[in-house]
């Protein structure tokens, strides 16, 4: 059996609507590298090793407070990443809090999605957990990872623009514009 297949064995569905009827809880560890949609962002130890890594997750049902059931999820922990400038692995906190909308049916979760800017979900089926966790989990990770280790920036090929600025490939060429003289080509 595969590390996927053990994480995703101990994986209850459950009710949405009843967790919330009953304001229930649910709560749980994963290992990052058994979700299937996280693992391929996931970073190794130069020598191929895995790292270990675990997010304890939660997820407890209730209504808002305009009666609308909703489901907190909440994952802490943190998860290995390559850092996309000098390659090497970090370790990423994550503390997440995330509050989910459940839809009824396909028009509900139509409207809810075009009304409200909260997340919705379907839960007309019985809801795996470990399914919510990974797409928080999923939505919590960085497009881009980058460590902060002093000698990973100053690899770094684009030049900040100040003190508390974000450096981006156009304050990059704007710091090319200014550089170059009156007469070059």
Known sequence: MSRADEGRRGSRRFDAFGL????????????????DRVQDILGQEEDGTIPEANVAWGIDGESDATGREVLHVTL???????C???MRTFAWTVHQRTTV??????????????HDEREVILATAPLDPLAVV????????????????????????????????EATPFAALAGMKKARTPGDG
Not at 101 to 114: G, N, P, R, T, W
């Open 134 to 165: 990974e797409d928080e989990l999923v939505l919590s990770l960085p497009y881009v990872p980058r460590c902060e280790r002093q000698d990973c920036h100053a690899d770094d090929p684009v030049p900040s623009t100040g003190e508390g600025s």
């Open 20 to 35: 919330v009827a009953r304001r229930g809880h649910l709560e749980g560890q994963v290992d990052p590298f058994d979700l």
């Open 76 to 82: 802490d922990g943190e998860v290995p990443l390559a």
């Open 84 to 86: 996309q400038r000098c």
């Open 101 to 114: 909308l459940l839809a009824h049916d396909e028009e509900e979760l139509a409207y809810l999605d075009e």
